[in-house]
């Protein structure tokens, strides 16, 4: 009988033992889902599904957030809050006691993404918080101000993490607690700036030595070249190099600056004048001496400025390649003073093989007046150069030959091409009202160029004008006239080849004034 029953509780022993085998315990919830008496795996399946998507709800400051918990790196972790109410397979009587009456209600466990959930905090405390507000240092004129640092208001990251991390496992509304911010440059370091250095920079002028060309500068006109900036929790000085250069002015680029090699004329012929090397003052170079004085006290507020040699950027070596040697062409004619003065800007001019000039590129904004216009087309044209444009006036001008005058008037230009394999030299010289235009290079060709006898011509009318302000004017005839140009090479008599073009002059009538009629 006993062995009977004995028998009979082995089999009801092995059979519980067989059921609750792996499973969790009957009554088990997590996160509210029932898991009780379903394997892991089953556990698992159930969980996925039946999980609510759960979103995170906290209160900042005076808002209230609802965030998706996936936008900021919340989840889940199944495997573990499923691992955390396993009790594994047993024979234990205990553990058999347990899975038949025993279980319990789970939270979820979260997966965080580090990095994204702070991504949001520092998102969200940009919004709801106020920056700390660093001291700073203003110079205005010669004095120096004061910005007084400001506490600010931002967010606890840990306890923000911490708050949106229950809210979600929880789904209740938690609170991210605000918390003070300090400024980097407290009150402190503010003092301490205008001490060493804000105070003694405005204290007196400095004087900045450029080789011997001092230019002296006040406090009021170099205070917005200087700045004090944050570098963790202090103050450093700091220079605004390009208000500095326009502080000094142009002595930094003209002091002791390298000279160009450049031309003149001796007895008709090119020569050579060297280049003389300098010194170049970089604005780096300016800074450091700069920062030198301001530091030194009242009376011993001067720096001499150290610069690097420079050789010119137009060497004697670079002249003399280009092989200018003789006179190729000149023309002179009688013209106004503005002419002359706008000629100076494209003497000493180097046109290079195969460049063009344009008269008007050259002179910018000023106007080419037709007499330095007519200068330069004749001396260009005689030395053989490629014309690409020009105008001839209406009516013939006297002063230069038949058909070689020219106009830009109206927005026109004069245009050549160096075709030649050497560079060309332009020299612009006045004298006495007389401008003359020559032209240097290696020589080549031998160019002639010569005007035909004019035809079709007509004779200018006469006009009597007895208005006020009546201003006279010559008459001249009308023709047309044919323009030649042979080309031989240089030592040859023989004509290699030519060009030209025709011209035609309408006649302008004499005016001759007389006094208003009686």
């Known amino acids: 009988m006993l062995l009977g029953l004995l028998v009979l509780f082995g089999a009801g022993y092995t059979v519980a033992g067989l059921a609750a085998s792996d499973r969790l315990p009957r009554d088990t919830r997590v996160a509210g889902v029932h898991v009780g008496g379903l394997t892991p795996d089953q556990a698992r399946s159930k969980l996925s599904i039946d999980l609510p998507e759960r979103k995170a709800s906290v209160t900042v400051g005076t808002r209230t957030l609802h965030v998706n918990a996936d936008a900021i790196g919340l989840s889940i972790d199944v495997d573990a809050s499923i ?22 209600d789970f939270p979820a466990v979260a997966t965080i993404d580090q990095v994204r959930l702070d991504r949001w905090l520092t998102a969200i405390a940009g919004s709801v918080g106020e920056p700390a507000r660093d001291g700073r240092v203003v110079f205005r004129n010669a004095r120096v101000r004061v910005v007084e640092p400001e506490d600010g208001q931002g967010i606890d990251a840990a306890a923000g993490r911490q708050a949106l ?21 407290d009150q402190h370091s503010v003092r301490r700036a205008v001490r060493t250095y804000a105070n003694p920079a405005m204290s007196a002028p400095i004087r900045l030595d450029f080789g011997g060309s001092t230019v002296r500068l006040t406090p009021a006109s170099y205070a917005d070249a200087l700045t004090l ?21 142009s002595l930094a680029s003209v002091a002791g600056a ?90 000493d001019l180097i046109l290079e093989p195969g460049e063009t000039f344009s008269l008007r590129s050259m002179l910018g904004a000023t106007e080419p007046g037709d007499d330095l216009a007519t200068a330069v087309f004749n001396a260009m044209y005689d030395a053989g150069l490629k014309p690409l444009e ?39 010289t006045s004298h006495r009202g007389v401008l003359t235009v020559s032209l240097y290079s290696t020589p080549v060709w031998d160019v002639r160029v010569r005007s035909g006898d004019r035809t079709d011509v007509v004779k200018p009318g006469r006009r009597v004008v007895h208005t006020r302000g009546c201003q006279p004017q010559t008459g001249s005839p009308g023709f047309d006239v044919d323009v030649t140009r042979s080309f031989r090479k240089t030592g040859s008599s023989a004509v290699d080849h030519e060009d030209g073009f025709t011209v035609h002059y309408a006649p302008r009538d004499q005016v001759v004034c007389k006094g208003p009629r009686r």
């Open 390 to 428: 020009r105008a001839a006036p209406a009516s013939y001008r006297p002063g230069a030959p038949d058909g070689l005058d020219v106009t830009v008037a109206d927005g026109r230009d004069l245009r050549f091409r160096n075709d030649t394999k050497k560079s060309v030299l332009v020299m612009v």
């Open 83 to 104: 691992a955390q109410a396993a009790r594994g397979a047993s024979w234990d009587p205990s553990q058999l006691w347990a899975y038949y009456t025993g279980g319990d």
């Open 165 to 185: 991390v229950t809210s979600f496992l929880t789904g209740d509304v938690t609170e991210i607690p605000m918390t003070r911010v300090a400024p980097s440059v």
């Open 258 to 347: 390298p000279v160009d090699a450049t031309f003149r004329v001796v007895d008709g012929r090119p020569e050579v004048v060297g280049a003389v090397p300098g010194v170049r003052y970089r604005p780096s170079d300016v800074v450091r001496a700069f920062v030198r004085a301001i530091a030194k006290p009242e009376g011993a507020r001067s720096v001499k400025v150290r610069g690097v040699r420079a050789s010119a950027a137009f060497t004697t070596k670079d002249a003399r390649k280009l092989g200018i040697t003789d006179q190729l062409s000149t023309f002179s004619l009688r013209a106004g003073g503005d002419s002359s003065q706008v000629a100076e800007q494209i003497n």
């Open 229 to 249: 900036v944050p570098h963790g929790h202090r103050l450093v000085p700091d220079v605004r190099a390009a208000r500095l250069m326009r502080s000094v002015g």
